[in-house]
């Protein structure tokens, strides 16, 4: 910019401008302070041309008044020429010309302000601000001096008189009033807030008091779901809850949050979703949600909620794991091969008693310990197994023999889940009848069983010595040989109380018996097993029962107080035991003397 000569005064010499003689350096101050003046006209009039052509620019471009990106690169090397040409140096010989001129045009309005070259256009500088750092991914409607610009000496000037400042967080505060974040921009304010406060730039309650204004539209093309940060309190972390699930209003999705540290998430004030209320609200939002995401209707969604609660489980507090169960149990929320059911009427897959049973299908990776937890069977209840599988036939006659094995699945399943079945339903079992008695011909004996039921303590094993006796045999299905007494259902069949072997009062009531040859069987019998059965720690010769056949008579019975083995007694009338007995008679106390 030039200044003619004949508009100042110089000095004697003709060197310099005279800005030391009284009246003299008074006129050349005041025409220098014009020229500062006409710059800053001159200025204002580029700046307003500039204004005009971006303006242009960006309406030829079809974005109507908005200036783009594109506009402002377009322009940055002229404005940039604008600035350094209205930049001022230091004047020689004297340094006070150009500080007069440069005070007159910063100083030529009365309001602070002058326009600038900004990401928006040219606008006054009370409007402009200097990024410090990129805020343009979330706050890209404040103006702030290009890139291209920051160095520039007219921008430093702003800053030496004060004419423009950087962005504050009213700034901020301003610009997310103003319009709603879009995805990618809720992702660098988040960014952007957990990293000032984790830092301490920005304390907590200014970071609240951004997000109570902020708010962010996550449908596709600025529609569809709304975010009100200001009601945000937790946020997801997908080692516990996968971001694929629904989660409450109040919990930020885990697409705007994978980029931040749990460090500067929880600096905002948000804790993470827990197991309790992620699944309180499944539950509490179910009928106004679809039915793939409903957990008591899809059993695809079901599943997946229920191994996600699985995989926690562990990591509950014993408080949680109540509240889980008291959540669940009511609902039907356990996918079953006959459809949802509550967990109390679900069964495991184990649990094969009946074909048309609700087991469990479709949840690879729930583990069984939490199905468990949550009321899931291992045992079929005893109501079901009493009305189902020993329900009487009602077309067979008291005495007729009946071909089934039911009872024989019950003790098989029972055997199984033996360590499982609660105590009071193992006492109800001892108690209730639930086996037939072999009913079949003679050589096929277990091929039929009796229509009446017994209870398991009331029946024998299935031994040919015991069948000669005509005892209660259960019936059990199969060749000779395939009870066995040390198997799963052998040892369970003993817990419920089925014997080995009579007693001796019932085997000295055999022997009393009206048909001889059932007397002589059991007699053989007692004498065979008598150390076997332990039968010697009973008194035989207590009771009073005659079952002893005497020598001479074997139709007459006698009690072992009325019998001798000495026959030298028979002199006086006294019975003899029957001979053959005789070298036995150590087995019961027959007196051998008297």
Request: a neutral charge.
């Amino acid at each position: 910019m030039h200044l003619s000569a004949p508009s100042v005064i110089p000095t004697v010499e003709r060197e310099s401008i005279d800005l030391n003689a009284r009246w003299v350096r008074t006129w050349n101050v005041e025409m220098l302070r014009v020229a500062g003046i006409m710059a800053r006209l001159a200025f204002s009039n580029e700046m307003a041309d500039l204004s005009t052509r971006v303006k242009m620019a960006a309406q030829t471009a079809g974005h109507g008044n908005k200036v783009t990106k594109n506009e402002i690169a377009q322009f940055l090397p002229e404005a940039l020429h604008i600035l350094k040409t209205f930049t001022f140096g230091e004047s020689t010989p004297s340094s006070q010309v150009s500080s007069l001129m440069e005070e007159a045009f910063w100083t030529a309005y009365k309001r602070p302000s002058i326009e600038v070259y900004s990401t928006r256009g040219v606008l006054p500088t009370t409007k402009v601000r200097l990024a410090t750092e990129d805020l343009s991914g979330f706050v890209e409607g404040i103006p702030v001096i290009p890139e291209g610009l920051t160095e520039s000496g007219f921008i430093q000037k702003l800053k030496e008189y004060e004419l423009i400042t950087e962005i504050t967080i009213s700034d901020v505060k301003q610009e997310l009033e103003a319009k709603a974040l879009t995805k990618d921009q809720l992702i660098q304010f988040i960014g952007w807030a957990g990293k000032k406060a984790v830092t301490g730039d920005v304390d907590g309650p200014t970071i609240h008091s951004l997000f109570d204004v902020a708010v962010a539209t996550i449908g596709e093309n600025g529609q569809g779901d709304i975010i009100a940060l200001g009601s945000i309190k937790n946020y997801l972390s997908v080692n516990k809850i996968p971001a694929d699930v629904p989660i409450p209003p109040t919990t930020m999705p885990y697409l705007f949050t994978r980029a931040c540290s749990t460090n500067e998430l929880q600096a905002l004030g948000w804790e993470v979703l827990e197991i309790v209320p992620w699944l309180r609200f499944l539950i509490e939002s179910r009928s106004n949600r679809p039915d793939d995401e409903n957990i008591t209707v899809s059993t695809a969604f079901s599943a997946h909620v229920l191994r996600i609660i699985s995989s926690s489980w562990q990591g509950l507090s014993q408080s949680a794991r109540d509240t889980v169960k008291s959540l669940l149990q009511p609902l039907t929320v356990v996918p079953t091969k006959l459809g949802m059911k509550k967990p109390g009427e679900a069964f495991f897959q184990s649990v094969k008693l009946f074909d048309d049973l609700p087991t469990v299908t479709g949840c690879p990776g729930v583990k069984e310990y939490f199905f468990a937890a949550i009321g899931v069977r291992k045992t079929v209840d005893l109501e079901t197994i009493f009305s189902r599988l020993l329900k009487p036939a009602t077309d067979v006659k008291e005495g007729q023999t009946i071909a089934t094995n039911r009872h024989m699945d019950l003790i098989k399943y029972l055997a199984s889940v033996k360590d499982d079945i609660p105590v009071e339903d193992l006492k109800r079992l001892k108690d209730t009848p639930i086996c037939p008695a072999e009913a079949g011909p003679k050589g096929f004996e277990s091929s039929a069983g009796t229509s009446r039921l017994y209870r398991v303590s009331e029946l024998f094993e299935p031994k040919s010595e015991l069948r000669s006796l005509q005892l209660p045999i259960i019936q059990w299905l199969g060749p000779p040989g395939s009870y066995r007494p040390s198997s799963n259902e052998g040892r369970f069949l003993s817990l419920l109380g089925l014997r080995a072997c009579p007693s001796v009062p019932e085997i000295i009531g055999l022997m009393a018996s009206a048909d001889p040859l059932l007397r002589n069987k059991a007699m053989a019998y007692f004498i065979g097993t008598h150390h076997i059965n332990g039968y010697e720690k009973f008194n035989v010769g207590s009771t009073t029962t005659s079952f002893l056949p005497p020598q001479g008579d074997e139709k007459r019975l006698v009690t072992p107080a009325e019998c001798f083995t000495n026959e030298k007694c028979a002199i006086l009338g006294f019975n003899i035991l029957r001979k053959d007995l005789h070298v036995h008679a150590n087995v019961s106390p027959f007196d051998p003397v008297l």
